[in-house]
């Protein structure tokens, strides 16, 4: 159980396009999902917190306006970047939780995404 | 100072060895532990939580000092399967949800 994915897994675009990208709990509800960027040899960096049904919750440094977050079901969360430039190229990873108060959160497989 | 700090390694260990990890936090608030371990180009997966009573699965023992705000994992016989990122995080509540804090991992690998 508690399976998490995500789509699309690589995607490259050109910069200045928009890219979206899901994620989505598959065989549980998830009233809370997060997502991460994690550059090459760095650390998973939270960027938001994305409730259902409420506006995301940013972390400082990380733009709402570029970075938009929509969690509008119990399974589904979408992050868009928009106007994406070479600097947003990372592997975005979403996880969720079975429950607001538990600490064990389901990753998704991420998203490579690559601006040329 | 990071939140979570770990020795990047790689650590280079021969199939058999026993091999160590630390990792220490800073916030004092952290209330929940865990090692995960990560493969290239993967998403992180949950190995094991950490308890300060110390905890065991198999070869695997994670130990936990909140005095010294201290967290360690312990791989005993290293199986070529062991290669890996090992990522010590943290978890606080903040008030709306939990919040993981992830060190940048320390890099195994197990040779023949």
């Known amino acids: 159980g508690a399976v998490v994915s995500q789509h699309p897994s690589r995607v490259i675009c050109k910069s200045g396009t928009s890219v979206k990208i899901e994620c989505r709990s598959l065989?549980?509800?998830?009233?809370?999902m997060f997502w991460y960027r994690q550059f090459p040899k760095q650390s998973l960096m939270l960027m938001a917190t994305?409730?259902?049904?409420?506006?995301?919750?940013?972390e400082q440094g990380v733009e709402k306006d570029k970075f938009l977050i929509n969690h509008a079901s119990l399974t589904l969360s979408t992050l868009t970047v928009t106007s994406a430039h070479p600097e947003d190229s990372s592997f975005y990873i979403c996880?969720?939780?079975?429950?607001?108060?538990?600490?064990?959160?389901?990753f998704g497989p991420g998203t490579r995404l690559t601006v040329l | 100072r990071k939140e979570v700090e770990q020795d990047p390694g790689p650590f280079n260990v021969p199939e058999g060895a026993t091999v160590a990890f630390n990792c220490t936090y800073s916030n004092s608030a952290s209330q929940s532990f865990f090692w995960y371990r990560q493969d290239c180009r993967k998403e992180p997966k949950l190995l094991m939580s950490?308890?300060?009573s110390g905890n065991e699965d198999g070869r695997f023992t994670a130990q936990l000092n909140r005095a010294s705000q201290y967290i360690s994992l312990l791989i005993r016989d290293s199986k070529l399967s062991d290669s890996a990122t090992y990522l010590c995080v943290v978890n606080r509540w903040t008030g709306t949800a939990s919040k993981l804090t992830f060190g940048t991992g320390t890099r195994l690998q197990v040779t023949l």
């Open positions: 994305s409730n259902e049904g409420s506006k995301a919750t940013y």
């Open positions: 950490v308890y300060s």
């Open positions: 065989d549980f509800q998830a009233t809370t």
């Open positions: 996880s969720a939780l079975t429950d607001p108060r538990a600490d064990t959160q389901y």
